[in-house]
T-cell receptor
Framework: LAKTTQPISMDSYEGQEVNITCSHN???????ITWYQQFPSQGPRFIIQ???TKVTNEVASLFIPADRKSSTLSLPRVSLSDTAVYYC??????????????FGAGTQVVVTP | GAVVSQHPSRVICKSGTSVKIECRSL??????MFWYRQFPKKSLMLMAT?????????EQGVEKDKFLINHASLTLSTLTVTSAHPEDSSFYIC???????????????FGPGTRLTVL
């Protein structure tokens, strides 16, 4: 699995857009980029996954440049309930080994009123 | 999406005793489940891969005799912490994925976690 680097923490105010960039210089051809959200004392929750360009769902958007060496998770108009740790993971999601996730430190996002 | 449950949600035990944690896939079958451990303010660390009907495979540094894993059915994996000590106190989380024929195959569904405190 490719190693990822993301900021340790980010602060934001309610209603603002939060963008978290993850670096993955050694991403392989078959690798997908997946983001998880974790609240204290809960298991991680899948947010979004993409391979290239842009992916959007009801929760977030994921921007992936052409070289795929980085990706940006965009959380629109955050609320206090978006305060959580966000993890970026890179790996081939289509293989059996995908379950062996190697979590990095993650980004602690704190949203204040 | 698919749901993974864990039981108990929290457990307190005395040093030297054994504790069993259950992980269930509620609405799908999982031939493979994964066990993670998370210490306070730290990231998740993969402990082992639980395979239905066969032995679990452990990550380097994880004692297989201490953390016994049994995957007796396609919906249940158990993690038993044997002779628990205070340093085993942690948050244990399991995960599983649905089959390759589903639209959620690329997702990994996590359980809510089990907080273990060893006194």
């Amino acid at each position: 699995l490719a190693k990822t680097t993301q900021p340790i923490s980010m602060d934001s105010y309610e209603g603002q857009e939060v963008n978290i960039t993850c670096s993955h210089n050694n991403i392989a051809t078959n690798d997908y980029i997946t983001w998880y959200q974790q609240f204290p004392s809960q298991g991680p929750r899948f947010i979004i996954q993409g391979y290239k360009t842009k992916v959007t769902n009801e929760v977030a958007s994921l921007f992936i440049p052409a070289d795929r060496k980085s990706s940006t998770l965009s959380l629109p108009r955050v609320s206090l309930s978006d305060t959580a740790v966000y993890y970026c993971l890179v790996g081939d999601a289509t293989t059996d080994s995908w379950g062996k996730l190697q979590f990095g430190a993650g980004t602690q996002v704190v949203v204040t009123p | 999406g698919a749901v993974v449950s864990q039981h108990p949600s929290r457990v307190i035990c005395k040093s030297g005793t054994s504790v069993k944690i259950e992980c269930r896939s509620l609405d799908f079958q999982a031939t493979t489940m994964f066990w993670y451990r998370q210490f306070p303010k730290k990231s998740l660390m993969l402990m082992a891969t639980s395979n239905e009907g066969s032995k679990a495979t452990y990550e380097q540094g994880v004692e297989k005799d201490k953390f016994l894993i049994n995957h007796a059915s396609l919906t249940l994996s158990t993690l038993t912490v044997t002779s628990a000590h205070p340093e085993d106190s942690s948050f244990y989380i399991c995960s599983a994925r649905d089959g390759p024929w589903t639209t959620s195959y690329n997702e990994q569904f996590f359980g809510p976690g089990t907080r273990l405190t060893v006194l």
